[in-house]
């Protein structure tokens, strides 16, 4: 184990404890020594720094952390080039944190450019390519860029038998708020909505084929949701559960 591997549990230990002051120096002098004794220490000590990306109590310390997430992205790119992997999850941990502080405009612009950066090497279905853009989905959003979010949702289409059906429920007013692999079983693409999804009239009114069946869940820990899914392809669309929606959303049917 090299000296610069060594440090990153002491490091990891001042960010869990708030310690933000004495983690930025040290992450800076422990990124250079990794990189003055070979490229492969530098990336073993960069890929487990940015491998934390920030658990906050409350605003303010998310605040005080801004410095510290500034420092990693810098050095990183400096260290690493612009288009290192471990660049842009540097990139994406800054963007997440300037994000929760409202720092909305600089969190969007750096988070356009990690999912630029995926969409080039992965497919459009890939988890990586997804969570980003659920990343950037919810920032355009918060920032009231609706029309931004929307335009997202053209890169990844469902299946053949419930691309008409999303077409629809956008028609209706239904915004995408996630598209994403929630299930590692049975599961390709599902895309959520916020409206709720009047299952069984919606598959007889526009004639859905018999491969798309109601998918009703109600979880403890792990959420809940209604909507149809795709047995064929494993691709489906959710509404929230009918059980705990707010009543400020709306019903879509047929």
């Given amino acids: 184990m090299g000296k610069a591997v060594s440090t990153v549990p002491a490091i990891l230990q001042m960010l869990k404890q708030g310690r933000f002051d004495d983690a930025t120096p040290a992450v800076t002098q422990t990124l250079r020594d990794a990189a003055a004794e070979s490229p492969q220490q530098l990336t073993e000590v960069a890929q487990s720094i940015v491998r934390w990306q920030g658990f906050f109590k409350n605003t303010a310390e998310a605040t005080a952390s801004e410095p510290y997430f500034r420092t990693v992205h810098t050095l990183v790119e400096e260290l690493m080039g612009p288009d290192s992997p471990v660049t842009m999850a540097a990139a994406d941990n800054l963007a997440g944190l300037l994000g929760s502080i409202n720092k909305l405009d600089e969190a969007i612009s750096l988070r356009e450019k990690v999912l630029a950066h995926l969409t080039s090497r992965y497919r459009s279905d890939d988890q990586r390519v997804m969570i980003v853009e659920d990343g950037l989905r919810f920032l355009y959003r918060r920032a009231g860029r609706q029309d931004k979010a929307d335009k997202l949702d053209g890169a990844l289409a ?70 149809v899914v795709c047995k064929i392809h494993n691709d489906g669309i959710m509404g929230p559960h009918p059980a705990d929606a707010s009543p400020a959303v709306i019903t879509i049917t047929a």
Wanted: charged residues 25%; proline residues 3%; aromatic residues 8%.
């Fill in 158 to 227: 469902l299946c053949e038998h419930l691309q008409g059906f999303e077409r629809y429920l956008r028609d209706q007013g239904a915004h995408v708020v996630s598209r994403s692999r929630p299930w590692s079983a049975n599961c390709h693409v599902w895309v959520y909505v916020d409206a709720l999804l009047d299952c069984e009239r919606l598959i007889t009114g526009l004639g859905l084929p018999s491969c798309i069946q109601i998918h009703d869940h109600r979880g403890t820990h792990d959420g809940s949701e209604r909507g």
